[in-house]
């Protein structure tokens, strides 16, 4: 194994039902006197940074708040529609914690550490009494109880929802508690700054450099410890589910100062988007899974058969998931449908204008069930797609493709979410921790909640109580020295002057991401990745081009920053997923399939996690590993045949 | 505890205060109208009517009306005006283009001039008043009822005006036509910002309202309009003429 | 398609900002309206001018984060939806399209088409919450909420603080958006305690923010990407009214 150094996670001793409970006895409390005394920055007004800075403020700490949009409620989270989990079992129909801890660690094909997610499905129950408690309109039943649907990958109904919104409510729930802090003078919020480096004194993280992004000035400020909680890197791949701002660029930032970046190549691809139509598509849409239950996907035999769906004759379909998985059918779990329609459109039988998109068909369904039973059930994701495409699905099948979607790699962080930099810690969809190589729908607003109301208010007092900081202040030689890294970082960037755009160049990236270290990845393509992104980055700081001022608000600027980050990133996305030569989740390497193309996992090389240091630019990171282990769930080997 | 401080004429107040007495004045009108048709019952009972007013409750009913239509009316201008001017502060640079998103907005000529329809029923109501509330009621003369009793000839009043004038009438029925413009948003408002509106009636109100808009003007507008064309019925020559009232208002206004 | 633009370009708040032509051609009709300006700007930069800068983050009509004024309607033409969500097939080739930022005094420019919303933000610490510390929640089915209520209180929910109704007021009024917050909690056994103070203190920090007073005009409701009701300001004013009376 190529492993030189093996990561401590700090894992509470005891059995993984006693963990936390012990856990949080065991760590130290600060004060509430003290609390007062701390400060500490929280990056990321989602999910995870809203619960975590409110209730970090609720406890007495001040805490500073940092966002890219106008207001903490536009965080991405506002945009996630299905749900969340929790082990309520409200349904009777033998949900647990255990239960739950059970579904995750095998959705995420076993490589997420037992004892984080153990945890997680421990807090899940709390995370749904908070948010009711906070005014979240959930859906109810008639008696006025808590109503749950089912969820991918789970046989238990432990979803919560709130319409098609629950992202939004949840997120709304969590800013209200936000914006009360504010009120009281806990939290102080500075919205549209971008954090672009992170301020280290004595080898602990103690501050933030951001960029302002209305007036352009770079801005410091100093803290005992700063939480990262700024999302996933999705959008790395250009075109994906995120919303455009979503970006690498803290996380980044920070694994250059030494937070070691885990399990990079782990990203999760939705299977039921709305194509693209074209080159200047900004943004994939995500429609729900739910379409699957009464769809069915197709694609014509032939190869460039370029007739209208209804000349093609039941006899020259190919319902290609049905006769590759009887049992299963068109409800296959993500990764698999993802990459079946990939497939097919490599081969060129795509549809639509583009080639890359796959039929999913509701004609059968309307015959049997008649129409208003459909419209009953997905009216209004029909109406969207209608909106969006201009084709009436009533009429005509759908036309689908996978998106990015989700990504379960993130900044390295141990059971107390820090990372490998003392002081600072990553929490929501930035880390790396719960989901392993897949994550289950409905489980990532669960873990973000999760993080931040119920994890790091504990941990981080005991990282307050057990670490002796000494004052510093913004105006140290480590935060002249830093801002000067940053201010060289920005003028070098206005100084290109070239003539490619930021979009342009990240267009590029995106193509050659999804194409080689998307869906499905072989050694040859994810080679053929590490030599065309350094191209494509030499071309970004040889010709790109950003209009206007850097003291200004400058939109170019902040995309060609993004851009800078990804064109990084990128390349080790491609590194890891070339180093991890098994399948496991969403990571498919061609040549680790059996004998009917199923992924095959690895487990005597790879039950690990992979987790990269930078040494340098121009350096190749060091590759360390923390081993799983599975105490709990035995590994075993997926079937959906 | 609630803090008193916080609920100063705060914009819902203001609201609440237009909604009352924009009501409360159609209210009055539909009064007004009602008693107004007995106008056409002639000269006897209209002045009965007139004469019954005044002398309620030893002449305490009309007193306490005026007040309260005065004060309510001087509420009115000033919180319908304040709400109504709010906008240029608080939109300080315009749109180029202005448009109407159309569906459930009520936006329209009339609820945007709220302003300058309730100025004009501002004018008329001064004309108006002037006219007949300070008219030189000597000149108007008196009537004796069937019952012996003699009381002043309003009914000739009135109708003289309107008789001798076709000018005046059509100020009226301009004037009423811009009362009408202003109820068309009002009424439906008034329920609206007394938060009397459920979602259950709401698309109901809007229509109610301009329903009762339009009853109303076009009552007040078919009176001045009937009584021109019954023109014949009355000598009006024995009446002074509007101009005439208003030298004797403007005398009464500025002593001296 | 092709169509002709006119954009209101502003370098700065205090700098006078006008209407400046464009024309743009090879428009794909499923492109998104933002993608359109997406292209605008790409072809900006290669001319070597600076792009028009505008919001958006989802793209998908949820983080009401994009906004602009589009021939006089806030959020386009269309109705019931955001800037994002609206489509080039909805217009036709060689309209001309004007587009300007969203007018308010509460809502301060920053450059061309963006604006500082954070006066909402401010209206919503003052009760935009249910004053519960994390950890001290019971379960969550211990209080049944009527399925109706729920629904109500959903609908009131789905505000999601885009702006357009400020936007689209004929006064700039706030009411839509408070309206609606308040609604939420009025609804729902959660928000009782708090019902007086809430309502009183947002009202009055949407006052003191410079937004103008409401005249019903309900334009807010037909912009309003969520077609959220101006029942919700019916209902604010109701729920005012008890508060002062409740205060005194
Ligand atoms: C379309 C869609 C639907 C989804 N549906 C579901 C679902 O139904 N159920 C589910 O469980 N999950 C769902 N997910 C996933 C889930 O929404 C996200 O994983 C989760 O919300 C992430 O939350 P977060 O708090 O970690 O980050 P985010 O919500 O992404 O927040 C990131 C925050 O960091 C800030 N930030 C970022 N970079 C910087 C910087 N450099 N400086 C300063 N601030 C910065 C941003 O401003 C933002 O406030 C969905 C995702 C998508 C895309
Ligand atoms: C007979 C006289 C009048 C009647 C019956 C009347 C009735 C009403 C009603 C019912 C409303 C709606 C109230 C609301 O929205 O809550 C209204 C609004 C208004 N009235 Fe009058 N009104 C009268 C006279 C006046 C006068 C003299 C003015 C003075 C200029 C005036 C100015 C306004 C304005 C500006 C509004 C709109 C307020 C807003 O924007 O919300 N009105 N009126
Ligand atoms: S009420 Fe509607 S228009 Fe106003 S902020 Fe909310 S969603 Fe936007
Ligand atoms: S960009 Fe999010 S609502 Fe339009």
């Known amino acids: 194994m190529s492993a030189k150094k093996t990561l401590d996670a700090k894992i509470p001793p005891g059995p993984v039902t006693e963990k936390w409970t012990q856990h949080k006895f065991n760590m130290k409390l600060v004060n509430p006197a003290n609390k007062r005394k701390h400060t500490v920055i929280v990056v990321g007004t989602g999910l995870a940074g809203a619960s975590a800075a409110a209730s970090l403020g609720e406890l007495g700490y001040n805490v500073l708040n940092f966002c890219i949009q106008d207001s903490p409620r536009r965080a991405h989270s506002v945009a996630a529609q299905g749900g969340i989990n929790a082990a309520k079992n409200y349904q009777n129909d033998g949900d647990s914690v255990y239960r739950l801890f059970y579904d995750t660690v095998k959705g995420g094909d076993f490589r997420a550490r037992e004892a984080n997610v153990h945890r997680l499905a421990e807090v899940s129950v709390s995370i749904i009494d908070q948010c009711v408690a906070q005014g979240v309109p959930f859906a109810r039943e008639y008696g006025g109880m808590l109503s749950n649907r089912s969820f991918g990958g789970a046989q238990v109904s432990r979803t919560f929802y709130a319409r098609g919104q629950t992202g939004q409510q949840l997120l709304l729930g969590a800013y209200g508690a936000l914006m009360r802090q504010v009120e009281e003078g806990k939290v102080k919020l500075f919205p549209r700054r971008e954090m672009l480096d992170l301020v280290k004194v004595n080898d602990v993280a103690r501050g933030i450099i951001c960029r302002n992004l209305v007036t352009g000035e770079l801005e410091r400020y100093a803290a005992d410890a700063v939480l990262l909680c700024t999302g996933g890197y999705s959008t790395v791949f250009y075109l994906s589910t995120n919303a455009v701002n979503c970006n690498a660029t803290a996380a980044w930032r920070c694994y250059k100062r030494g937070a070691y970046f885990a399990n990079p190549c782990f990203t999760q691809i939705h299977p039921t988007c709305i194509p693209r139509f074209g080159e200047t598509q900004s943004k994939l849409t995500l429609m729900s899974e739910s379409l699957r239950n009464d769809g069915r996907v197709w694609v014509p035999k032939r190869k460039g058969d370029d007739r209208k769906p209804s000349e093609i004759p039941e006899t020259e379909r190919d319902y290609f998931l049905e006769a590759k998985y009887p049992a299963f059918g068109n409800l296959v779990p993500r990764d698999i449908a993802s990459r079946n329609a990939q497939e097919v459109c490599q081969e060129g039988r795509g549809v639509g204008p583009t080639g890359y998109a796959v039929y999913l068909d509701f004609g059968e369904a309307i015959q049997r069930l008649g129409k208003d039973v459909i419209a009953q059930r997905y009216g209004n994701l029909f109406a969207m797609y209608h909106e969006i495409t201009g084709d009436d699905p009533y009429e005509t099948p759908m036309m689908i493709y996978p998106a990015p979607h989700y990504t379960m790699g993130g900044l390295w962080v141990d059971y107390n979410l820090m990372t490998t930099v003392n002081g600072l810690f990553a929490l929501g969809e930035a880390n790396f921790s719960d989901h392993g190589a897949n994550r289950l729908g409905a489980s990532a607003l669960m873990q973000g909640l999760a993080d931040g109301y119920f994890v790091i208010p504990y941990t981080l007092g005991n990282y307050l109580a057990t670490t002796k900081l000494d004052p510093v202040t913004t105006e140290s030689p480590e935060f002249d020295a830093v801002a000067a890294e940053v201010q060289a970082g920005v003028d070098k960037l206005m100084s290109i002057k070239g003539k490619t755009t930021a979009d342009e160049i990240h267009r590029e990236l995106g193509n050659i991401m999804i194409d080689e270290v998307g869906m499905s990845r072989h050694e040859k393509g994810l080679n053929r990745a590490l030599e065309e992104i350094p191209r494509i980055r030499e071309k970004f700081w040889n010709d790109l081009c950003i209009p206007g001022d850097a003291k200004d608000y400058n939109k170019e600027l902040e995309k060609a920053g993004r851009v800078a980050d990804f064109l990084e990133l990128g390349e080790l996305m491609a590194r890891d997923a070339l180093e991890r030569k098994e399948s496991c989740g969403g990571h498919f390497r061609l040549e680790s399939q059996d004998s009917e193309g199923e992924a095959k996992r690895d487990d005597e090389n790879f039950t690990h996690v992979a987790a990269w240091r930078f040494r340098g630019e121009d350096k190749v990171p060091e590759r360390c590993v923390e081993a799983l282990e599975y105490e709990n769930v035995k590994p075993s080997q997926r079937s959906y045949k | ?256 | 398609m092709n169509v002709n633009l006119r954009i209101w370009r502003q370098p700065g708040p205090n700098a006078p900002g006008r209407l400046v032509d464009y024309s743009l051609d090879e428009i794909d009709p499923s492109q998104s309206f933002l993608e359109m300006l997406d292209k605008l700007n790409e072809k900006l930069i290669h001319e070597g001018q600076e792009p028009v800068a505008f919001e958006s983050d989802c793209r998908e009509g949820i983080c009401g984060n994009c906004g602009l004024v589009i021939n006089g309607i806030a959020h386009g033409p269309k109705g019931a939806c955001t800037t994002c969500e609206v489509r080039m097939r909805q217009f036709n080739s060689g309209d001309t399209i004007t587009v300007e930022p969203f007018r308010a005094k509460a809502f301060p420019l920053i450059k061309d088409l963006v604006v500082n919303r954070s006066a909402f933000d401010r209206i919503m610490s003052k009760g935009g919450f249910v004053a519960v510390n994390t950890g001290s929640a019971q379960d969550a089915n211990l209080i049944p909420i009527h399925k109706d209520d729920a629904e109500r209180a959903m609908d009131a929910a789905a505000c999601i603080g885009c702006g357009a109704c400020v936007a689209a007021c004929p006064n700039a009024s706030a009411s839509l958006f408070v309206g609606a917050k308040v609604s939420q909690f009025t609804w729902l056994p959660q928000g009782q305690v708090e019902r007086h103070t809430r309502v009183l203190k947002m009202v009055k920090q949407m006052d003191s923010e410079g937004f103008g007073d409401c005249s019903n005009h309900a334009e807010c409701e037909a912009a309003c990407p969520k077609e959220i009701s101006i029942s919700n300001i019916g209902r604010m004013r109701r729920e005012y009214t008890k508060a002062v009376f409740a205060a005194v």
């Open chain 2, 1 to 256: 505890m609630i803090n008193l401080q916080n609920i100063k004429i705060s914009s819902v107040t203001k609201k609440l205060l237009t909604g009352i007495t924009g009501l409360s004045l159609v209210l009055f009108l539909v009064a007004h109208l009602i008693g107004n048709l007995t106008l056409f019952a002639g000269p006897e009972v209209f002045n009965a009517y007139a004469q019954f007013l005044h002398h309620f409750m030893h002449g305490m009913f009309i007193r306490l009306a005026e007040f309260g239509l005065f004060s309510f009316f001087v509420i009115h201008i000033w919180s319908a005006v304040s709400v109504s001017l709010s906008k240029r502060k608080a939109r300080p640079s315009r749109y180029a283009v202005e448009g109407n998103a159309g569906g459930k907005s009520k936006k329209s000529l009339h609820s945007l001039n709220m302003i300058i329809s309730g100025s004009i029923i501002l004018l008329f109501v001064l004309v108006h008043l002037n006219h007949f509330k300070f008219a030189d009621h000597e000149a108007v003369g008196t009537m004796t009822l069937a019952n012996g009793v003699e009381v002043q000839n309003v009914y000739r009043l009135v109708v003289g005006s309107f008789q001798g004038n076709f000018g005046y009438v059509l100020f009226y029925m301009l004037a009423m036509g811009v009362l009408c413009s202003h109820l068309m948003h009002g009424v439906w408002s008034a329920v609206q910002s007394l938060g009397l509106a459920r979602p259950s009636t709401l698309p109901y109100l809007h229509i109610g309202g301009m329903a009762v808009a339009i009853a109303l003007a076009v009552g007040f507008f078919l009176l001045p309009l009937l009584i021109f064309m019954m023109r014949g019925t009355f000598d009006p020559n024995a009446m002074p003429d509007p101009v005439h009232h208003a030298s004797l208002l403007l005398n009464r206004l500025i002593p001296g």
